[in-house]
């Protein structure tokens, strides 16, 4: 599949990008109300705690005055019939105090209780239904893979940045493990082995390491770094690059930084192994799964900022967007070219006015949306 402007040329971003317009307002048009209904709910609930904080505060200080009073005009009483006069007082006041202290914060607990109940049913719907657009609609994110052995199953996140916010994915493999063998093919890799008939010595042996396991696993556009495992973990392979910068640790040697060992060392291959593990992560995700949804470093849900990061995904659309519209031929449509795998051709396009419709339909925060997209009606 190929995605082109109008006038045939590559498109910058090769995606369905009229598609992802599309998802982009749908999914909009369904989240919004649910963070909305959100707010306004929780707005009602913390407006009853605050007033019950309040209530207790002044419970307590009211309490503290009565009590020093009592004291006051009670202190120098000495017969046993005023003191047990004064201490039934003081018991009656303990009784009631913490009646009502009790009541006020039994009631704080349940609003508190109810407000992270709502919250978890908020996050749990609007992650479901950002997850379909999030599998590639935002555009110009960073990715880091991570991935590691589980129960004897290889699973993984994904974790995406753009612009201050932040989303994290749950990853699923086609395969519960894979080796080296499985994903690059043979691979050796040198060691020191005692050796000899009479007298022994340690010489450099190559061993072949295809069939460690896949234990660890991180890397991004810069950096890798990977841990293999025998089946005993007994034998153990990390191996990390960055740059122009390889380190080999292999059965407890730092391989990198022995010139006996390195001489035995095709830096080629271990490099090539290293691509061809990212290839193999990548290619290899059955399910994805989003899980987390963060601005600034918070939880952008619980913290009712999810418009917050429509804006920001908004943003990533304008440049295509902008460079659509001079690319093409009719004034005000957002036009796109497709290439089927089998040469056949078809062109597909959207209006800023039909954008613009559709998004006006949310209020204000569909029209803020418009502005960002540079589809509002001008």
Not at 43 to 56: A, F, Q, V, W
Not at 232 to 250: F, H, N, P, Q, R
Not at 348 to 367: C, P, R
Request: charged share 30%.
């Amino acid at each position: 599949m190929k995605y082109t402007f109008q006038d045939s040329n590559d498109l910058s971003i090769q995606r369905d990008v009229i598609q992802d317009l599309q998802d982009f307002v749908y999914t909009s048009s369904k989240v919004l109300p649910i963070e909305n209904a959100s707010i306004e709910k929780n707005d009602d609930l913390i407006g009853r705690r605050t007033s019950l904080e309040n209530g207790s505060e002044e419970l307590e200080s009211a309490n503290s005055k009565l009590l020093d009073f009592i004291d006051r005009i009670t202190g120098e009483f000495e017969e046993k019939e005023l003191l047990d006069y004064r201490n039934s007082i003081l018991d009656a006041c303990e009784t009631s105090f913490n009646k009502s202290s009790g009541a006020m914060l039994s009631d704080i607990e349940s609003i508190n209780k109810d407000i992270d109940k709502g919250l978890d049913d908020v996050e749990r719907q609007i992650l479901s239904i950002l997850d379909p657009f999030f599998e590639g609609g935002v555009y110009g994110t960073t990715e880091k893979y991570f991935a590691s052995m589980d129960r004897n199953v290889l699973r993984g996140k994904l974790t995406s940045i753009v612009s201050g916010m932040e989303y994290e994915s749950e990853l699923t493999f086609t395969d519960n493990s894979t080796t080296i063998r499985g994903f690059f093919g043979t691979l050796y890799l040198p060691t020191w082995k005692r050796s000899g008939i009479i007298y022994k010595e340690d010489k450099v042996k190559l061993e072949d390491v295809s069939d460690l396991i896949l234990s660890n696993l991180d890397f991004d556009d810069h950096h890798i770094s990977a841990m293999f495992v025998n089946k005993k973990a007994t034998k153990k392979l990390k191996a990390e690059m960055g740059g122009d910068s390889l380190v080999i640790y292999y059965d407890g040697n730092e391989v990198t930084a022995d010139p006996a060992l390195m001489g035995s060392v095709k830096e080629e291959h271990v490099v090539a192994m290293l691509d061809a593990l990212k290839d193999y992560i990548r290619s290899h995700v059955k399910r994805k799964t989003l899980v987390k949804l963060m601005i600034d470093g918070e939880d952008a849900i619980r913290n009712n900022q999810t418009f917050d990061c429509l804006k920001l995904i908004a943003e990533q659309f304008t440049d295509i967007i902008n460079e659509c519209i001079d690319r093409g031929y009719t004034d005000g449509e957002i036009t796109i070219k497709i290439e089927q795998n089998d040469g056949t051709r078809t062109e597909k396009y959207v209006t800023k006015a039909e954008l613009f419709d559709q998004l006006s339909e949310f209020g204000s925060e569909g029209l803020e949306l418009a502005s960002l997209l540079g589809v509002e009606n001008i």
